[in-house]
């Protein structure tokens, strides 16, 4: 069973920064594409980042484009996602997700297995 755990939320004033990481217990981790998604209040759950399982292609949701950068360690089967120049906006209960198919997907039906979620909350 693969189980994801995030980490790393809180609340920050608008233009801070935040570093969201995500263990993983998948063998081999490679295998795995991950992505990041969010559900604001009242809203559905959105795309925000995926990288491939050897990290070398990496796809943004526009709204967080040249802010947000997707990584990961695959030695310390952990993905992060880097959260510079914060917005109100951004305010959201994240979560990792992993994908078999390992195509980076921005789809979360793409995904198989998904963490519990970390909030993250941005002031004006």
């Known amino acids: 069973q693969v189980q994801l755990a995030e980490s790393g939320g809180g609340s920050v004033q608008a233009g801070g920064s935040l570093r969201l990481s995500c263990v993983v217990t998948?063998?081999?981790?490679?295998?795995?594409?991950m992505g990041w998604f969010r559900q604001a209040p009242e809203k559905e759950r959105e795309f925000v980042a995926a990288?491939?399982?050897?990290?070398?292609?990496?796809l943004y949701a526009d709204s967080v484009k040249g802010r947000f950068t997707i990584s990961r360690d695959n030695a310390k089967n952990t993905v992060y996602l880097q959260q510079n120049s914060l917005k109100p906006d951004d305010t959201a209960v994240y979560y990792c997700?992993?994908?078999?198919?390992?195509?980076?997907?921005?789809?979360?039906?793409?995904?198989?297995?998904w963490g519990q979620g970390t909030r993250v909350t941005v002031s004006s």
């Open positions: 990288i491939d399982g050897n990290g070398g292609s990496e």
């Open positions: 998948a063998r081999p981790f490679s295998w795995y594409s």
């Open positions: 997700a992993a994908s078999i198919r390992g195509l980076g997907s921005s789809s979360e039906y793409d995904y198989d297995y």
